[in-house]
Structure formats: structure tokens, C-alpha cells
């Protein structure tokens, strides 16, 4: 029977805590037995498998990042709505890099229609829609934004930029301006 409080809420929250110590990488059922000193065999009433953790690991970051987005990005447009999202996608990963990790685990396609994933791409389109983009360069600019936030993010965390001026602060805030402008002035086809 497995421990009274034991619920697979607070599992899923233990374990990203686990993931944002440890790393995304090292979180297993078995890893988090050992944090709640109990049996792995007591937490598969709760968690079906190590993979299954990660799913709901992934499922609680994309919530919790889409949910900071929102925020972020209310009552603004254009250039301020874009820094506000860019800033939450990088804050999130500092404060919490293994939940950012998890946010990168592909899910199936059941959990991914269920997860805060559309959240993301709606925040980005309508972000999108004060630079007057359209259909395919919609769905371009998404792909742009997210690969330079999640590049840029990435190789800060792992210390890519941390040997060399100018401040990496200073560098997000150029590649900002320069999307700003490239979004301003979207090449046509």
C-alpha cells in the first residue's frame, strides 16, 4: 500500500523538482522512491512508469510556461509582446532547467493535444498578428522564434557564452531588436 500523502500530483511535482536539481535526464520512479524513502513498488499506483513521470513532468513545465506566457504577453503588442515572451521562455529556464529540459520531450500525439502546447503556438500567433503575417510566413516566424529562443537559452545554460563580452543580456536584447525588425520586415516569397 503505498504511503499516505503520496498522490501523482505531488510525485509529478517532486520529480521536477528532481529534474531541476539533477537534471531532466535523471529522473526516474526509482530516483524519486529514494526522495520519498519509500519502494519504487509503492509509487506504480501512482506513476505507471519512469516515461510516464516525464510525460506528466513535461505536461506540468508546458502549463506552467504557458501560463507565465499569458501573463507576460496580456495588453501588449509588437515589439513589447515579443520581449515579454522571449524573457519568459529564458527566465523559465534559468529559474527551473530541468522542467525547461521536459519541456523538449516529444509526447504522443494523445498527451501532446491535451498539453498547453497550442497555448504556446496561440501566444506566438497572436504575437505574430501585430507584424500584419500571414499564412505560410505565419507558421515560418513561429518556427524562427522558437528555434532562437530555445538555441539561445540552450547553449546559455550549458555556459556556451560565458566565456567571452559582451553580457549575454546584451546580446538577447539585439537578437530581439533584430527579430523585431526581421518580423517588421518579413521578406515576401
Known sequence: MARVGLTTERLTRAGAELADE?????VTVSALARRFDVKVASLYS???SSGDLKTRIALLALEELADRAADAVAGRAGKDALTALADVYRDYAREHPGRYAATQLRLDPQAAAASAGGRH????????RGYDLTEPDQTHAVRLLGSVFH???SLELGGGFSHSAPDTQETWSRILDALDALLRNWPPA
Open 151 to 153: 538555441g539561445y537559452v
Open 46 to 48: 501512482h506513476v505507471k
Open 22 to 26: 539533477a537534471g531532466f535526464d535523471q
Open 121 to 128: 503556438a496561440q501566444m506566438t500567433r497572436a504575437i505574430l
